[in-house]
């Protein structure tokens, strides 16, 4: 009998064994065993286990494969390939594989990562615009060329052919995980997005119960929708935002600011100027926002009047685990301060829950990326998990209370207070210093709490250990020399 040529086995593999369902003529075309070649795998199949694997598939789903391209030599023959199931829902794939033969037999295989769809031809659209609302994801390797292409349809962001992604993880968030995805085209992206940023639903349980629990997902997408298309501060854009209607998962897709900007230190504290960038920025914010009658509308705001005894009751836990945890380590008169406002906490969450602005609620400096311009350090604010209604000093007294040392605090924080008046007063010229200075001293013992209150959402590590300590002696710095300890 004629040796088959690597065309004739070839058109045998694709009609008799797959299309018709002859699985014993792998005998006849396949070497024992067949080696396949996958990304980063080798598998040498017996003959046995390569009848067993076309009987399986054959038997779910029925393929039919066709030939898109089909080339051949004495040795080699290349299949660019459509396959569709005949079996349950239809499933469409393409491929490519490369076949070598040895005395009319194939002894290799080497396999293309498989796609959903077919092969495009001549007159398919370059990208697809009729792609589903992507679904809500979980881990960077969801992260897929599909997901990202129906999110920047989903989102109206123009975009190429998406081709490839790679991730990785960056940042320390508490109460989430954050992925950055470069991201590479099949066409000129001169214009297009190259890399996002990814928000995702944390991997700590405790962490999800607390997001979950106040609703920190709903909110954060919340905010970029009351912000629409021209914020009035620097923040990243926000290609996409969804979160899951039970308040436990968030797919948040941001612009990605880390080529131009670095992120904030908490623990070594920020710069005095760069303490200025991140007020002008707040100010910006709080005039933009005063009295905004959407704000009557929004319940996605944080209520911190209404949750005022929970909260309390939280602190109170939590300065049980925060004592055990850093008992030995802490300074006693440091626990002794924080133990102090178990009692009074309530009574002062609800007289800090008053004001007209919209305030981002948690402006630590781990949640700002610092831009160094010509001009001096730009501050973009992120994670708004925490935005509530409240007075603009609000955000001034729990940044300064916790992202600056006692000594650069004490050296800006009267001017800083000033300075917000004066640009609050073109809005709110009712608001005067006195008003102001009252406010922030109310706010004080909210970014206590804060500090006190995250011990519940983050498992004892060194990093973060280091950081609430850091934070709850600066706060108790601040109380101090405001007389409220």
Known sequence: MAKRSPRELIELYWTEVWNNRNADLIRELCADPIVRHDPGSVTALSLKDQIARVRQQSERAEPYFEHEVLHADDTYVTSVWNMHTRKGDRVELCGIEVFKAVDGKFTDCWNS???????????????????????????????????????????????????????????????????RAEITYNANAADAVRSVVCKFTSGVPQAVDVAGNHG????????????????????????????????????????????????????????????????????????????????????????????????????ALATVEFRRRFAGWADVTLLAAIDSFVPRMEEMIVAAAEGKALVHGEPRVDNVLFEDTAEGPRAW??????????SPMFDLAYFLAGSLSPENRRVCEAAMIESHVARLSTVAPEWDLATARADYAKALPIALQFTVGAILAMPEDPHGDRLLLTLAERNIAALSDWGLV
Request: glycine residues 10%; proline residues 6%; charged residues 20%.
């Open 113 to 179: 990562s498989y796609t959903q769809g077919r092969w495009g031809r001549e007159g398919d659209a370059s990208v697809p615009d009729d792609l589903p609302e992507p679904a809500l994801i979980a881990l960077a390797h969801d992260i897929t060329p599909q997901w990202l292409q129906a999110m920047f349809q989903h989102g109206g962001v123009p975009a190429p052919r998406v081709s490839l992604v790679s991730t990785s993880a960056i940042g320390h968030g508490n109460l989430s995980q954050t992925i």
């Open 216 to 315: 920190v997902y709903l909110r954060e997408c919340a905010v970029y929708d009351f912000f629409g298309a021209t914020p009035p501060l620097s923040t990243p854009k926000a290609y996409w935002r969804r979160a899951g209607r039970d308040g436990r998962t968030i797919n948040l897709v941001l612009e990605d600011l880390s080529g131009r900007t670095r992120a904030g230190d908490q623990i070594a504290g920020c710069s005095v100027a760069e303490a200025h960038a991140v007020a002008r920025e707040l100010a910006g914010l709080h005039a933009a926002t005063w009295n905004d009658p959407r704000l009557d509308q929004a319940d996605w705001l944080l209520d911190r009047r209404n949750a005022a005894e929970s909260s309390a009751q939280g602190y």
């Open 381 to 390: 604010l992120i994670d708004w998990q925490f935005a509530a209604r409240g």
